[in-house]
């Protein structure tokens, strides 16, 4: 599978910005999930839905982030509000290792294929 992360961009503090991963090939049944890496950071989660939609989220992002799905449409959305100068970061879309997974997966060891990524810069 081919996953092509897009909606990155400079937004000040405060504002919402809407991510989307497009994914080519088999992708039913298969969780997809958002992790980020801020500048001079280790790559870190943010967010997991799995193929029946259940969701988990990091507590830093937890009331302010929003995984979707959009399974005719092999795409996963992460909406963001209340963004803050902290989630500036290049946003990274994955798929689950294992097909039909309902366990919520935080780990990156979990995700077999991953997008190239988005910047997200948060303005103060």
């Known amino acids: 599978v081919q996953l092509q992360a897009s909606g990155g961009g400079l937004v000040q503090a405060g504002g919402s910005l809407r991510l989307s991963c497009a994914a080519s090939?088999?992708?039913?049944?298969?969780?997809m999930a958002w992790f980020r890496q801020p500048p001079g950071k280790d790559r870190e989660f943010v967010a997991t839905?799995?193929?029946?939609?259940?969701?988990t989220y990091a507590d830093s992002v937890k009331g302010r982030f929003t995984i979707s799905r959009d399974n005719a449409e092999k795409t996963a959305y992460l909406e963001m509000n209340t963004l803050k100068p902290e989630d500036t970061a290049v946003y990274f879309c994955?798929?689950?290792?294992?097909?039909?997974?309902?366990?919520?997966?935080?780990?990156?060891?979990?995700?077999?294929?991953w997008g190239q990524g988005t910047l997200v810069t948060v303005s103060s």
């Open positions: 090939g088999r992708t039913y049944g298969y969780a």
């Open positions: 994955a798929q689950g290792e294992r097909r039909y997974d309902d366990f919520t997966r935080s780990t990156a060891e979990r995700y077999a294929s």
């Open positions: 839905i799995t193929w029946t939609h259940r969701t």
